[in-house]
């Protein structure tokens, strides 16, 4: 960002690429939308509730009260009535826009003074790789809260770390969490999404890892 807050960043992990786009802050650099190669794609309210989910099956896209405004079939996977998706195109914050075409088809477009870029993070899944896909696990509500303890408790680890390794400065406070605990925070909130909890736990266990 113009602020020199970083904005999107894209990994890899074992054999499919991430892309995570964070929000303009210095501190609690929240995740705003995760995109990856396998189908499936989040992306986040400001305050941390889903806006937009997807998967290789198709997606929905929900208000801020947490009601769905649509949802929609991929066509090559829809083996029922075909649900078609009418273009989406939200803005996560003044820089930084997603727009949802088709599953092939899906920018994130970031622009800042005077220039633009744009990534496509769209995939093509086949039909037949979907129906061999096992179902999302379910994990249990403590399960969940000992998955979002864990990695608050190692966030502060790391911080520590920076404050050893900084003790004079207050540039440890500025480091970012290590990739991995950002991508484990964003999985454990999309088992929060699959499970079968209220949204009362679902807001708590949000709060942990994002503190």
């Known amino acids: ?33 995760l995109f990856q190669s396998d189908g499936r794609s989040t992306c986040y309210y400001p305050n941390g509730d889903e806006w937009i989910n997807m998967s ?35 803005s996560l914050n003044r820089h930084v826009g997603v727009r949802i075409l088709a599953q092939d ?44 303890f864990r990695v608050r408790i190692l966030q502060l680890f790391d911080r520590m770390r920076g404050c050893l390794n900084f003790p004079s400065s207050e540039q440890w406070n500025k480091m970012q969490p290590p990739m991995y605990l950002m991508t484990q925070a964003v999985k454990i909130l999309e088992l929060c999404m699959a499970a079968d909890i209220s949204d009362e736990l679902c807001s708590s266990i949000r709060a942990i890892v994002n503190a």
């Open 105 to 148: 088809k899906i920018f994130v477009s970031f622009l800042a003074m005077g220039r633009q870029a744009k990534l496509n993070m769209g995939t093509k899944v086949q039909a037949s790789a979907a129906s061999q896909l096992p179902p999302p696990a379910q994990l249990s509500e403590d399960e969940l809260l000992l998955l979002a």
């Open 1 to 33: 960002y113009p602020s020199g807050n970083l904005a999107i960043i894209v990994t890899q992990e074992r054999d499919q690429l991430i892309c995570i786009v964070q929000e303009d802050e210095l501190r609690t650099a929240k995740i705003r939308a």
């Open 56 to 90: 290789i099956q198709g997606g929905q896209h929900l208000d801020q009260a947490g009601n769905r405004v649509r949802r929609w079939m991929w066509p090559n996977l829809s083996a029922g009535p075909h649900i078609p998706l009418s273009p989406i195109f939200i």
